[in-house]
């Protein structure tokens, strides 16, 4: 369960990015936030990463304190979390294979490890046949899929996307919202910041409205209410 | 660690290298250099000691005695110095021991005849004396002044000329080598540190990735480590190399070439400088190497 009491957020520029937040989100829930560039989205996903800290207020992640958090237990913490970006962040150098290995190689995994789990995600994401291949040599929703097969390499508890389809087409867009709609209902709780009315709108979630760092809306099954 | 970790870690050490490979090719040759005329400093501070230990072994204290001393209390005075920490070896020399010498010194070997007139009046009766050698040179001064303090010590000759030149020597050598090596250091320290510096921004998405898997501190920096260790490694094995195999020729050229010189010095020959140069300068390189781009790689990647 996430948690998030009063919580604010403001820059050393003086710029207030969040203002007297609060948000639960049960384990296992699909949550879109939405909102206007600048509305806060991205910081939230920061502080839930622990990428910046909260300015005041408390922020749960089951049940640990991410504010009296010591540094030394981030990297653990952030092994419980899966993260995908709008711009995939794929290694170039690397091949589909190596760049969901990569998750599981900085963090010690063994070798075994390696080579039992990653062709069993690459065949979930749909990529089996792709393996070899280089991040140029794919699609924009092929390079998507990478990154959330290696987003999920290592079973997060919640997985966080940044704008995932804001690079993308219409279809792939779909094709990788259903993704995440099938990782989610194998458990995975799933928070997606997007612009993307279309698939705010079909997919029926739980919708997140922010506007100028405060929540503006907390729609159970929302649409894109808001215009940019 | 696991085995895999430690092949992944040095496997992207390397990949480093081989990425900014003129950056790293700038690093080895520089500590190359620096270790190359540290190993020529060293070569030349050894020998340059063993020849002044040999010659301090040559370069004794003279104590003569007092008129009327007596035997016994020689043996005293000789007890009291062998006792010093810093006396290496004390010889006694009898009055009838020094005329012998010096016989065979002012007369020669074939007019000892001449000396047939004091064979009943030993012109050096008072003669007898103590010749001391030091373990250091360096301890020769407050020796004397000690010796001065006995009672029926009559003279003490030595040389402080000697005891200052060869201590000087050393000092000069080792500030001069000191000096170089230093800046050679500090070029390499900064070599070094721009690679590592290079390296870290070309990996700033992978490190950047890594940070949001979940990556420990330790993990991410850990390549980085190990590319500055293995420029330090090859820096230091290149020039150790080429000074083996110089230094053995050299020797050989100087010795055969200038035999002259072989009378004045003793050089030691490679297999006994060796060992001990290739640990130090690998221990040299391998900490230069690890120090630089732990620090580096601390400042430039806050994780």
Redesign the interface.
């Known amino acids: 369960m996430i948690e998030l009491w009063n919580v604010n957020k403001t820059y050393e520029t003086g710029n207030k990015a969040l203002r007297d937040i609060n948000i639960t989100i049960n384990d296992g829930e699909f949550v879109f936030i939405i909102g206007r560039s600048g509305s806060g989205k991205s910081t939230l996903l920061k502080l839930l990463?622990k990428?910046v800290e909260a300015t005041s207020g408390k922020i749960l992640v089951n049940d640990m304190n991410l504010g009296k958090m010591p540094r030394r237990y981030v990297?653990?913490?952030?092994?419980?979390?899966g993260?995908i970006f709008q711009d995939f962040?794929l290694?170039k150098d690397r091949n589909v294979y190596e760049n969901v290995a990569?998750?599981q190689?900085?963090?010690?995994?063994?070798?075994r490890s390696?080579r039992e789990s990653v062709p069993a995600m690459l065949t979930m994401v749909g990529l089996s046949s792709k393996y070899k291949s280089f991040p140029q040599q794919l699609s924009g929703g092929e390079q998507q899929r990478v990154a959330i097969a290696?987003a999920l390499i290592?079973r997060p508890e919640i997985l966080l996307a940044d704008e995932p389809t804001g690079n993308l087409d219409a279809h792939n867009s779909m094709e990788i919202m259903k993704l995440l709609d099938e990782v989610n209902k194998r458990g995975t709780t799933v928070i997606v910041v997007t612009h993307s009315h279309e698939i705010v709108d079909r997919m029926r979630k739980r919708v997140i409205t922010l506007d100028r760092g405060t929540i503006i809306s907390d729609e159970k099954k929302g649409g894109y209410t808001h215009e940019d | 660690m696991r085995i895999s970790t430690f092949w992944y870690c040095l496997k992207q050490g390397i990949h480093n290298i081989c990425r900014n490979i003129l950056f790293s090719l700038a690093s080895i040759a520089t500590i190359s250099a620096c270790i190359f005329l540290f190993c020529l400093f060293f070569s030349i501070v050894v020998n340059v000691q063993y020849v002044v230990k040999n010659t301090e072994s040559t370069v004794g204290i003279t104590v003569f005695f007092e008129e009327g001393t007596t035997a016994e209390r020689m043996n005293v005075i000789g007890e009291q110095i062998r006792n010093r920490s810093e006396v290496k070896d004390i010889k006694f020399k009898s009055a009838e021991e020094a005329w012998e010498e010096m016989k065979i010194d002012y007369f020669g070997e074939d007019k000892q005849d001449l000396a047939e007139g004091f064979r009943e009046d030993n012109p050096l009766a008072n003669s007898a004396s103590f010749e001391i050698f030091l373990n250091d040179l360096i301890y020769q001064d407050e020796f004397v002044t000690w010796l001065n303090d006995i009672e029926g010590i009559r003279r003490i000759n030595y040389s402080s000329t000697a005891a200052e030149g060869m201590t000087s020597i050393n000092k000069v050598i080792g500030a001069l080598s000191i000096m170089i090596i230093g800046v050679l250091l500090a070029v390499a320290i900064f070599l070094i540190s721009n690679t590592i510096s290079v390296a870290a921004a070309f990996r700033k998405q992978e490190n950047q990735i890594m940070k949001l898997i979940g990556a420990t501190n330790y993990m991410i920096r850990a390549p980085f480590v190990v590319e500055g260790i293995l420029l330090g490694l090859i820096g230091a094995i290149i020039p150790l190399i080429a000074i083996y195999y110089l230094y053995r020729n050299a020797v050989v050229y100087v010795l055969t070439k200038f035999s002259i010189l072989s009378g004045l010095f003793q050089f030691l020959p490679v297999e006994t400088i060796f060992p001990y140069m290739a640990g130090t300068a690998l221990a040299l390189g391998l900490g230069i190497g690890f120090f630089v781009s732990f620090f580096t790689i601390r400042k430039h990647l806050k994780v």
């Open positions: 990463l990428e990297p653990k913490y952030r092994r419980r979390l993260m962040r290694l990569f998750a190689r900085v963090i010690g995994a063994s070798a390696i290696r290592n």
